[in-house]
């Protein structure tokens, strides 16, 4: 079945430093991908999407390209925050029988960032 | 708009005891879902709905039960608590128009069942 696989965390960077954090998808057809963050004691919300191959999505300083010919949509962020230190999901969205088009997460990887 | 509404916060039940966890949205999107939060394992979904009247059951439904009487809430319902429910529970919604649809979710309820 359709699945996303994360890098493992925590991932501990420095204020400014680069920020990747790999995902990688298996799917199908043709899924829209979202990366969603979960603040500290919050639930979760939806930090960017792409819906279709060689997208990027943007927000925040964050970006994510859809890349169908590797099934990966990495998240990076040239220069990280302390106020970024969250957990981030990758998910994928795919057509259902019943319409319903669920949500397949990845497990999760935690980001802290040091002053 | 208030969004996605979860209660309680936080509840500590025994083994055996029931509940209701309460999940409210008001942005009449047809979706809802509850999801389970477990260490190292994302986000499980246990029920799901596509609208008033409608549910069916996601990848881990045992122990737990759902209704939909109305569009916008969606109780999940624990009906014996066994430790292993022990888990963060987050109830999300959305519509249905495509499948690039951005889930809204609520703010989550810890249950700790001893």
């Known amino acids: 079945g359709n699945s996303v696989t994360q890098m493992e965390g925590p991932v501990t960077l420095s204020e400014e430093a680069f920020l990747t954090i790999n995902c990688t998808y298996t799917?199908?057809?043709?899924?829209?991908l979202f990366w969603y963050v979960q603040y500290p004691g919050e639930g979760l919300q939806l930090l960017l999407k792409?819906?279709?191959?060689?997208d990027k999505g943007s927000n925040k300083g964050f970006e994510a390209t859809y890349r169908k010919e590797t099934t990966s949509f990495h998240l990076e962020k040239g220069s990280v925050q302390v106020s970024d230190s969250a957990v981030y999901f990758c998910?994928?969205?795919?057509?259902?029988?019943?319409?319903?088009?669920?949500?397949?997460f990845g497990s999760g990887t935690r980001l802290l960032v040091r002053p | 708009n208030a969004g996605v509404t979860q209660t309680p916060k936080f509840q500590v039940l025994k083994t055996g005891q029931s509940m209701t966890l309460q999940c409210a949205q008001d942005?009449?999107?047809?979706?809802m879902s509850w999801y389970r939060q477990d260490p190292g394992m994302g986000l499980r979904l246990i029920h799901y709905?596509?609208?008033?009247?409608?549910?069916d059951q996601g990848e881990v439904p045992n122990g737990y039960n759902v209704s939909r009487s109305t569009t916008e809430d969606f109780p999940l319902r624990l009906l014996s608590a066994a430790p292993s429910q022990t888990s963060v529970y987050f109830c999300?919604?959305?519509?249905?128009?495509?499948?690039?649809?951005?889930?809204?979710f609520g703010p989550g309820t810890r249950l700790l069942v001893l």
């Open positions: 999300a919604s959305r519509r249905l128009a495509t499948y690039q649809e951005t889930q809204y």
């Open positions: 799917a199908t057809g043709y899924p829209s």
């Open positions: 792409a819906t279709k191959a060689d």
């Open positions: 998910a994928l969205s795919e057509p259902h029988m019943d319409s319903s088009y669920k949500l397949i």
């Open positions: 942005m009449n999107h047809e979706y």
């Open positions: 709905s596509v609208g008033a009247g409608i549910t």
